[in-house]
């Protein structure tokens, strides 16, 4: 079947705009994540939903981090007034539900703020 | 101290090496283990999870030391295809947000 899709693939935008990038979970997945991997880093947990409410939002690093989830389907992570910091690739994972061990992995969306 | 903690490597093996990679962890409360790949500009994949009483698939092999707080994988007979950068993963207690090592690297050679 098919697996977590993530939109763009890529986006280059210019500091200070708003950017939104675009989760679609595995059919069925309730729990859905997303995270941040900055060059040389490892993946930084952002935030979890469990069905479309949010019971952690502990990773989101500022207040210009925002993210939804609707249908307990999509997810929509939204990044205002980009700064060059948030360069990174940003990688959505769904897992069955939230005591699903295994997370499948969305191949990322790379943003590059200039 | 860093919550899942790596050694970057990386590690250099000639086809047909064993290789070993630890990994050591803060929370005292976390439950689930895991080893996860991760290919140059790819997502991250689940390799295996890690029980206490140590696993194994294939050429791989898990092994957990609870009252150490450490992890290890071994890969045996190495393949090219192995390269990759290896994830060490932990679930904390809870919901099932996993905590990420940096990584290491392992490049296989001919």
């Known amino acids: 079947g098919a697996g977590v899709s993530q939109s763009p693939s890529n986006k280059v935008t210019e500091k200070g705009k708003d950017v939104e990038l675009r989760c679609d979970p595995i059919?069925?997945?309730?729990?859905l994540y997303w995270y941040r991997q900055s060059l040389g880093q490892g993946l930084e947990f952002l935030i979890y939903f469990q069905g479309n409410s949010a019971p952690d939002k502990s990773g989101l690093p500022s207040d210009r981090f925002s993210a939804e989830r609707t249908g307990g389907s999509v997810s929509t992570l939204t990044i205002q007034r980009t700064q060059q910091e948030d360069s990174a690739v940003y990688l959505c994972a769904s897992s069955l539900n939230s005591r699903g061990k295994t997370q499948y992995f969305g191949p990322g969306t790379r943003l590059l703020v200039l | 101290r860093k919550e899942v903690e790596q050694d970057p490597g990386p590690f250099n093996v000639p086809e047909g090496a064993t290789v070993a990679f630890n990994c050591t962890y803060s929370?005292?409360?976390?439950?689930?283990f895991f080893w996860y790949r991760q290919d140059c500009r790819k997502e991250p994949k689940l390799l295996m999870s890690v029980y206490s009483s140590g696993n194994e698939d294939g050429r791989f092999t898990a092994q957990l030391n609870r009252a150490s707080q450490y992890i290890s994988l071994l890969i045996r007979d190495s393949k090219l295809s192995d390269s990759a950068t290896y994830l060490c993963v932990v679930m904390s207690s809870g919901y099932s947000t996993l905590t990420f090592g940096k990584g290491t690297m392992l490049l296989v050679s001919p």
């Open positions: 929370n005292s409360a976390s439950q689930s």
């Open positions: 059919s069925g997945h309730t729990a």
